[in-house]
């Protein structure tokens, strides 16, 4: 025999067959028609089932509406006033409509991209024209993909399930194996970052999934380790909660960089004696001069490595010499490159822009 349907199923079953219907339908018309009703095993049962389905829709605020029919007495029947439950039309502004394609355009993971854009397509048929979305024009922020090791590690969080891992360092680019009892997975600057405890170094450490290299390997058992304790997990994530407000001098190509370019803010006061330094002063020929905001330094200097030639860092220190360790790590993995048969261009050009964004560390020593 057929397994009965999900109550959830049968009573949006209900919602289709009564939004679809032309007129009304009785309460036989329901159990004859409508799948679920059918598992009734008596008819005491199926009115207690669908009295419990009346109910739930007009709580849900679905306006189920009884209708009499005059010329067959008690003969009862049932429909929905699509007046009360369609939208009204929607009209948006383009402000409303920008803040719409920038909540879309978080979450880049490829299972929901395709529902967002046609989402978006039909409000814009709908909108105030082309023009809404250059509203946030680089303003989006990106929620990237934590890849394949996101659904190994989510499932072993829910396990507590130890895991090892594969991580590269930030800070020197060591790569090393960690084993981790994973606690929890965050949204945090962009990227997922896992929160655990790290066996190895026996403390709480967190990890971003860009870093973890090839795949997760779960140890031992499932249940392996307590849920951990949320003060423990809270200390854990301070060290990406926003710090205090400063403010980075760049050199910046023209038409470059523009997400960089729309969060300038206003020079510090003492803005004007670094750019007019002797030693910064030729670092700006055929550039402009943009400050901008930031409250970690790591996370700055990777957003900017990532413009290439068209940024430079003119201050502070901390933040060039982030970007300084990147770009030449990258040198280095181009010249294994290179080794192997590449293109040595690559190696080059790497190494002429980290010399051209080191230039003014003679300045502060």
């Known amino acids: 025999m057929p397994s009965p349907i999900d109550p959830a199923e049968r009573l949006l079953n209900l919602l289709i067959a009564l939004v679809n219907s032309r007129g009304r339908m009785t309460k036989e018309q329901v159990r004859a028609s409508v799948a679920g009703y059918a598992d009734a095993p008596s008819d005491d049962a199926f009115e207690r089932m669908f009295e419990r389905d009346k109910d739930t829709l007009r709580e849900l605020g679905i306006p189920l509406v009884t209708v009499t029919d005059a010329g067959h007495g008690d003969d ?133 999934l860009s870093r973890i290299e090839g795949s997760i390997r779960a140890l031992g058992e499932p249940g392996a380790f307590p849920p951990p304790d949320p003060e423990v997990v809270d200390r854990a994530l301070a060290a990406w909660r926003a710090g205090p407000p400063r403010v980075a001098t760049l050199a910046v190509l023209p038409e470059r960089a523009e997400a960089t370019r729309v969060r300038a803010v206003a020079p510090p006061a003492d803005a004007e004696d670094r750019v007019t330094d002797a030693l910064v002063a030729p670092l700006l020929a055929g550039r402009d001069v943009v400050h901008v905001e930031y409250r970690n330094a790591w996370e700055l200097a990777e957003e900017l490595v990532g413009y290439g030639d068209a940024v430079l860092v003119i201050d502070p220190p901390e933040v060039r010499g982030h970007v300084l360790s990147l770009l030449r790590r990258a040198a280095a993995l181009a010249s294994q490159a290179d080794e192997a048969g590449g293109d040595g261009r690559v190696q080059d050009d790497v190494q002429d822009l980290a010399v051209a964004d080191g230039a003014s560390e003679v300045r502060r020593g």
């Open 76 to 208: 009862i029947g049932y429909r929905i006033d699509l007046d009360a439950y369609a939208l009204p039309p929607i009209d948006l502004t383009a402000a409303e409509l920008g803040v719409l394609t920038l909540a879309a355009q978080t979450w880049q993971d490829r299972t929901m991209r395709g529902d967002t854009s046609r989402a978006l397509t039909k409000l814009r048929a709908v909108g105030q024209g082309p023009g809404a979305t250059d509203l946030v024009a680089g303003l989006a922020p990106r929620v990237r993909s934590g890849g394949s090791v996101f659904a190994p590690l989510l499932d072993a969080a829910q396990a507590r399930q130890l895991v090892r891992l594969t991580y590269r360092a930030a800070s020197t680019g060591e790569v090393r194996e960690r084993r981790v009892e994973p606690w929890q997975l965050v949204a945090r600057r962009g990227g997922w970052v896992l929160v655990g405890w790290d066996q190895d170094r026996e403390a709480p450490r967190s990890f971003r």
